[in-house]
């Protein structure tokens, strides 16, 4: 039995991609510090640890007791527009969290690291996105991203039989999303506001595109990335291959509730205008299910949203830099 180690297994993606591994038969240890998680999305049969990556002596303590086979690194705080704002914690958690996991990974020889990297790496203006692009990312959380990715292909050149996956998921929606989390995950934020009866709040004039992902078109290739060899040292852009701008998003919410929207729009963010990649590499090297429509992805979203119930909003706490915050995040 194949023993893996999931980083921020409590959390959204992690949660689903634990889910699988278990599935195929692996024995599951989750990591997570619940920051952004919750130990009720634990999926049944994963062993739970609370802790951080950043803690170096306890990752050397999970490798040394578990020995593990696969490392599946989706530990991150993944808002990019907030990243400018909190440089020190999104390096600290993001960049040498990620560092630790190499170095024990290394040291234990792990069969292949799998690193949820982000299209933030690409940056704006290169539509639309291949892997063989060379990144510009514009915002801190890029930026963390990329050395990370940069930092695997070192380890690679050093150690040669050292392997690792990367993956650049982009804007994905679903089941166990923290729909509490005001920065980030904005089809969560919507569905949040609807059920407390607030107006959506849209960064500028809401033209602006993504290609909004379902969970399973993510997690489940992620999963079974191990079993084939042949991904082992690539990068895959993964996700959907639609944009939608977050006008045409704010319609299939809103009818999913069977509410008329109240919108409130804000002052633009500085951020990418339009963002959507190229997944051909994807379909190349894996057997992928024609991709879940926004439609019917909102759907199943939104149905578990309802069942879960809103969320109170959560504040970032330790705001570094607070010139040019938008007003909507002040405290």
């Given at each position: 039995?194949?023993?893996?180690?999931?980083?921020?297994?409590?959390?959204?993606?992690?949660?689903?991609?634990?889910?699988?591994?278990?599935?195929?038969?692996?024995?599951?240890?989750?990591?997570?510090?619940?920051?952004?998680?919750?130990?009720?999305?634990?999926?049944?049969?994963?062993?739970?640890?609370?802790?951080?990556?950043?803690?170096?002596?306890?990752?050397?303590?999970?490798?040394?007791?578990?020995?593990?086979?696969?490392?599946?690194?989706?530990?991150?705080?993944?808002?990019?527009?907030?990243?400018?704002?909190i440089?020190?914690?999104?390096?600290?958690?993001?960049l040498?969290?990620?560092?630790?996991l190499?170095?024990?990974?290394?040291?234990?020889?792990?069969?292949?690291?799998?690193?949820?990297?982000?299209?933030?790496?690409?940056?704006?203006?290169?539509?639309?996105?291949?892997?063989?692009?060379?990144?510009?990312p514009?915002?801190?959380?890029?930026?963390?991203?990329?050395?990370?990715?940069?930092?695997?292909?070192?380890?690679?050149?050093?150690?040669?039989?050292?392997?690792?996956?990367?993956?650049?998921?982009?804007?994905?929606?679903?089941?166990?999303?923290?729909?509490?989390?005001?920065?980030?995950?904005?089809?969560?934020?919507?569905?949040?506001?609807?059920?407390?009866?607030?107006?959506?709040?849209v960064f500028?004039?809401g033209?602006q595109?993504?290609?909004?992902?379902?969970i399973?078109?993510?997690?489940?290739?992620?999963?079974?990335?191990?079993?084939?060899?042949?991904?082992?040292?690539?990068?895959?852009?993964?996700?959907?291959?639609?944009?939608?701008?977050?006008?045409?998003l704010?319609?299939v919410?809103?009818?999913?509730?069977?509410v008329?929207?109240?919108?409130?729009?804000?002052?633009?963010?500085?951020?990418?205008m339009?963002?959507?990649?190229?997944?051909?590499?994807?379909?190349?090297?894996f057997?992928?299910?024609?991709?879940?429509?926004?439609?019917?992805?909102?759907?199943?979203?939104?149905?578990?949203a309802?069942?879960?119930?809103?969320?109170?909003?959560?504040?970032?706490?330790?705001?570094?830099?607070?010139?040019?915050?938008?007003?909507?995040?002040k405290?």
């Amino acid at each position: 039995m194949s023993k893996s180690l999931i980083t921020g297994g409590a959390g959204f993606i992690g949660s689903h991609v634990a889910k699988h591994c278990l599935n195929l038969g692996h024995e599951v240890v989750i990591l997570d510090d619940l920051s952004g998680g919750f130990e009720d999305y634990i999926p049944q049969g994963a062993h739970f640890v609370k802790g951080s990556i950043t803690d170096h002596a306890l990752l050397a303590e999970l490798f040394d007791k578990y020995e593990f086979d696969y490392v599946y690194h989706l530990a991150a705080y993944a808002a990019e527009g907030l990243s400018h704002f909190i440089r020190r914690f999104n390096y600290t958690n993001n960049l040498i969290g990620s560092v630790n996991l190499i170095n024990e990974s290394v040291k234990h020889k792990v069969k292949c690291f799998v690193f949820t990297s982000s299209i933030a790496v690409y940056g704006p203006g290169q539509l639309p996105m291949t892997e063989d692009m060379i990144p510009e990312p514009e915002d801190p959380y890029g930026v963390a991203k990329y050395a990370v990715e940069m930092d695997l292909k070192a380890a690679k050149h050093m150690w040669p039989n050292f392997n690792y996956v990367v993956f650049r998921p982009h804007n994905v929606y679903g089941e166990n999303q923290n729909i509490g989390d005001k920065y980030r995950n904005v089809i969560g934020i919507f569905m949040n506001q609807i059920m407390q009866g607030k107006p959506l709040t849209v960064f500028g004039d809401g033209k602006q595109t993504r290609a909004f992902s379902y969970i399973d078109d993510v997690a489940i290739p992620i999963a079974h990335c191990v079993d084939n060899t042949k991904t082992y040292n690539e990068i895959f852009n993964i996700g959907a291959d639609k944009p939608y701008s977050v006008n045409e998003l704010i319609d299939v919410v809103a009818r999913k509730f069977g509410v008329s929207p109240q919108i409130s729009y804000l002052q633009a963010r500085k951020e990418v205008m339009h963002a959507y990649s190229d997944h051909s590499k994807a379909h190349e090297f894996f057997k992928l299910e024609h991709p879940v429509s926004l439609e019917e992805g909102i759907g199943k979203m939104a149905e578990w949203a309802k069942n879960a119930g809103a969320r109170e909003s959560s504040e970032f706490g330790e705001i570094e830099v607070k010139e040019n915050l938008p007003d909507s995040w002040k405290r």
